[in-house]
């Protein structure tokens, strides 16, 4: 069964360091999302992706978020400068080609900034 | 702003019983509702989706929308202990997936 891989599965850094997750979706969809989920606490929006670019950003998603699909199959998430804050496990999500809105989600990225 | 409600529970049942979840949201706008499933440590696993008034089957699940009343259900029939887990109310607007709280389902053997 098709399935999303999100690399690390955990990461431990340093507050201030810039840290990079990767995601690759289901090879046939066509859209993307980041999610967040701090321990305890409800699952939240970062980022939708759509046919190269972004297509819906929550408030959280500022100037220390971006996202890219460098080469057609993974789809990045990169958090510049992280502070404590940011500790959390982040989810990427795919959608199909018809965006039904049925999410498909990885594992996670567990994120703990020290 | 976009809110989604749920009780956080738990919510325990015996085994074999119905449990009932309940979700409400905010906004009229909605025309796309969701349950997901997320064991502890793991990411969400979706259930159903849900478009229209009513009710909408599938196995021992049944979502139920009620537009008017900004209201969406989820019923679990024939609960079993492999059902124990939190269960999450999910609307969509636009590109932007608004998650509840999530209500956290323990079934009793």
């Known amino acids: 069964e098709p399935e999303v891989t999100q690399t690390p599965s955990h990461q431990v850094t340093q507050m201030g360091q810039e840290v990079i997750l990767r995601c690759v979706p289901i090879?046939?969809?066509?859209?993307f999302y980041w999610y967040r989920q701090i321990l305890g606490q409800k699952v939240e929006f970062l980022v939708s992706f759509y046919n190269n670019e972004i297509s819906e950003k929550s408030e959280i998603f500022d100037d220390q978020f971006s996202v890219e699909r460098p080469d057609g199959s993974n789809f990045t998430l990169k958090i510049r400068s992280t502070k404590l804050e940011d500790s959390a496990m982040y989810f990427c999500a795919s959608d199909g080609t018809r965006g039904t809105g049925e999410l498909f989600f990885g594992e996670g990225s567990r994120l703990t900034v020290l | 702003q976009k809110e989604v409600e749920q009780n956080s529970g738990p919510l325990s049942v015996p085994e074999g019983a119905i449990a009932s979840l309940n979700c409400t949201y905010s906004d009229r706008v909605s025309q796309s509702f969701f349950w997901y499933r997320q064991y502890s440590g793991k990411s969400p696993e979706l259930i159903m989706s849900i478009y229209s008034n009513g009710d909408k089957e599938d196995g021992r699940f049944t979502a139920q929308l009620n537009k008017a009343s900004q209201y969406v259900s989820l019923l679990i029939r024939d609960s079993q202990p492999s059902d124990s887990a939190t269960y999450l109310c999910?609307?969509?607007?636009?590109?932007?997936?608004?998650f509840g709280p999530g209500t956290r389902l323990s079934v009793l053997p």
């Open positions: 999910a609307v969509r607007y636009g590109q932007n997936f608004v």
């Open positions: 090879s046939n969809h066509l859209y």
